[in-house]
């Protein structure tokens, strides 16, 4: 199946810095991305999905000046959390679907996820 | 908006069979997924249904019923490493985005 990679795998920040999280698919063309994030013992709850070429679309409750969301490639969406607060503190999974027929044409690959603290 | 309900936690013996059930209240229903989570972990994906029947892959099968808004996951000859989370998923309208159920929580005691 397709891989999605993300970086980093885990941060720790201090209160009031920011964190970029990256989000690439390796070997297909993801025009779209999402951005979850899941607290502990939680499912996942999408944030915004992240569309090449223009702006993303965020989910009702998501700060979009806090969670910016940059889709610059076909390959590469990325996550930057501004201000980081301890509330803030999760697990953060991006996922993209590869429409190609090898891979079924609907599956949700999803990435490695970044654990993010802040302190 | 979409509803999707699946059991909290669930407790099965290694080597016997588990159905996991998920129903979902939606418009616009375009398929559903099973994914197996483990604790820390992203989610892999298990299954996708789009019509109604059974769909079977190895140890497991899922089963979609779109009139009932009814999905199930079957587990048989349980491992102990299959002890994580189900999450059921629902693709609804025109939109993309996948929609999760808040997970049911299996573990597989010897």
């Known amino acids: 199946g397709a891989v999605v990679s993300q970086h980093p795998s885990w941060v720790i920040c201090k209160s009031g810095t920011s964190v970029k999280i990256e989000c690439r698919s390796l070997d297909f063309q993801a025009t779209t991305m999402f951005w979850y994030r899941q607290f502990p013992k939680q499912s996942l709850m999408l944030m915004a999905t992240s569309n090449e070429g223009s702006k993303a679309t965020y989910e009702q409750g998501v700060e979009k000046d806090k969670f910016l969301i940059n889709h610059a490639s076909l390959t590469l969406s990325t996550l930057t959390v501004t201000s980081a607060h301890p509330e803030d503190s999760s697990f953060y999974i991006c996922?993209?679907?590869?429409?190609?027929?090898?891979?079924?044409?609907?599956?949700?690959?999803f990435g490695p996820g970044t654990r993010l603290t802040v302190l | 908006g979409q509803n999707i309900d699946q059991p909290t936690e669930m407790t099965a013996t290694e080597g016997a069979i588990v159905q996991i059930n998920c129903t979902y209240q939606?418009?616009?229903?375009?398929?559903l997924f099973w994914y197996q989570q483990h604790a820390g972990e992203a989610p892999t994906f298990l299954s996708y249904n789009v019509l109604d029947g059974l769909e079977e892959k190895g140890r497991f099968s899922s089963f979609l019923s779109r009139s009932k808004g009814y999905s199930y996951l079957l587990l048989k000859e349980l491992q102990m490493k299959d002890s994580a989370s189900y999450l059921c998923a629902v693709w609804a309208g025109g939109y993309q985005k996948v929609t999760f159920g808040t997970g049911t929580k299996l573990q597989v005691i010897p």
């Open positions: 996922s993209a679907r590869d429409y190609r027929p090898t891979s079924g044409g609907n599956e949700q690959f």
């Open positions: 939606t418009s616009g229903f375009n398929g």
